[in-house]
């Protein structure tokens, strides 16, 4: 289903790191910043580094700008101007990069923080640190210290320092601006000791506990982390990201105690939303399912409007098994246009398939090219060949190949996989056929192409298709081991599939189809106690009733009619309708 089951830990790293980061550029370039960048430096001019500390040396300048620098720094400003500050970016690391000037360098650096891009800010900023090393700049540690580049804390925690104690930024908004600076740091024990040494002068503060315990949970020192959000809750009790950083730090062995605790916190402070979801997620992954859903009823009866309470209620009520009462929602969320609506769409489809199957295939259909894309479309095929209509799922498919050519292969695949379900196996070699005309090597065609024609017994077609698969993908096993056993179960050139086979195990060792494949050669060999060694390993490996058809047949022969009998009769017992288990049964057990 497209909802993962909640998981144990109700604290969303990443979510935190993410808000921290917004933080940190906000503070680094302020509102007026943001809304209209600075004119491009002129050429010749006096450039200087901005400073924190003592005086440097002014940056290497280059005055020799030719008229296409020029032309390209004024593009790069009015893509700025326009909101496409990622464009600029590119153009002025591009242009520093041609320049070698720091104070381009220094404007790529700004542009590309502001655009998000960790690996286009680590450029920027090293180029800068390498035209300008003694900048000491703090908006230099910033980007090297965001982009995951900085090569010793010790060279980013000076300026760090100056910023906390910069009367630029209120010191609480930069302190909580440290773990996302830090977040992509190898060594999170180092980066912690270094937070300690930069909050140690601000312990009056709730804040400098917080990322104290913020960056213990990420170095895994849970004690650390339980004991400064403690520190920070002490200061501020209502503080709500500091009670599920608490909740996340605690040992397993008391992971009840503090969830409750948790729960009571949620319960004297209800317009903690967050704290009250994890506390609900948490009930639901303990099996505590009716609980669970009464705490997401509150939630949706205090935050009637909040779309992420509700989208929170449907996942419950899917994981619980009330689809239905999950309907509803589900439409007024897609109706919002909530976060990944056409996740929202594939899930109400699937509730819809048993009992409104053409509004579930209205809805598949009304999922755009992306990641939901195939699915919802194969879904939607299926759905319409229940109900007769091939030729209307086909359509659907041949329809998502045109709008969506990079999933042509799935979508070519999933066609011919309609055609077989209808009994149309011809039609579908003859679709995967015309496929391989202009893309003779595409290998999950050829391979799917060989097995329909093994199936139609065109076997030189079958053989054909595979050779050609080994030829162009020969560290893949599933070739070589289709034609042994293609050979080995029609009992022709035993010695070739030998080779084959031999090939395959090689290459597979331990994948259940080969080993039986291999255990049946052995079999039409006459070898039967190699065969029952290698179809006890498939068989363990896998207990799929054609190997235990296998091994029950060997055992048979080999005068072992009692455990061959027990294993037959033990596989039919999970696979009643199996033909291969069906027809060895009733040859041997008349």
Known sequence: MPFSAPGSSPVLRSSLHRSLCALALVAAFGASRAAEPPAPPLPGAETQSVPLGTPQPAPKVVTDLSGEILYKTMLAEIAAARGQVELAAYIYVDVAQRTQDARMARRATELSLASGQTELTGKAAKLWAALEPKASNSLQALALAMSGEMGKLEDIEPPLRRMLESETTPTEVFLLQLPGLLVRYPDKAAALAMVERLTQPYLNMPEAYFVRAVMALSAGDLTKAERASQKALDLRPDWEAAARVKAQSVPKARQTQAMEELGRFGKRYP????????????????????????????????????????????????????????????????????????????????????????????????????????????????????????????????????????????????????????????????????YLVSKPDEHEVLYQAAMLAEELKRYDVMEQRLRHLIAVRPEQSSAFNALGYSFADRNIRLEEADQLLTQA??????????????????????????????????????????????????????????ESRQVLQQARKSSPDNAALIEVMDRLLK
């Open 271 to 434: 317009q903690s939303i967050g704290a009250r979801e994890d506390y609900a997620r948490w009930l639901a992954s303990e099996g505590r399912k009716a609980e669970a859903a009464e705490a997401y009823e509150r939630l949706r009866a205090d935050f009637p409007n909040n779309d992420d309470v509700i989208f929170g209620a449907v996942v419950m009520m899917v994981q619980g098994g009330e689809s239905e009462k999950a309907e509803p929602l589900l439409r007024r969320l897609i109706d919002h246009n909530y976060r990944e609506v056409d996740q929202l769409r594939l899930q109400l489809g699937l509730i819809l398939e048993s009992s409104k199957p053409d509004e579930a295939v209205s809805v598949y259909r009304s999922v755009q090219p992306g990641a939901q894309y195939i699915t919802a479309r194969a879904r939607a095929a299926q759905v319409l060949i229940g109900q007769g209509k091939t030729e209307e799922a086909r359509a659907v498919l041949a329809e998502a190949s045109a709008k969506s050519p990079d999933n042509a292969v799935e979508l070519t695949l999933a066609q011919a996989s309609l055609l077989r379900q209808n009994k149309q196996t011809a039609a579908a070699l003859e679709l995967l056929d015309k």
């Open 505 to 562: 195990i090689k290459l597979s060792p331990d994948e259940a189809a080969i080993v039986d494949s291999m255990g049946w050669l052995r079999f039409r060999q006459n070898r039967l106690d190699s065969a029952a060694e290698f179809l006890r390993k498939a068989y363990k490996l896998q207990a799929d009733p054609e190997i235990a058809a296998h091994l029950g047949e060997v055992l048979w022969k080999q005068g072992r009619q009692d």
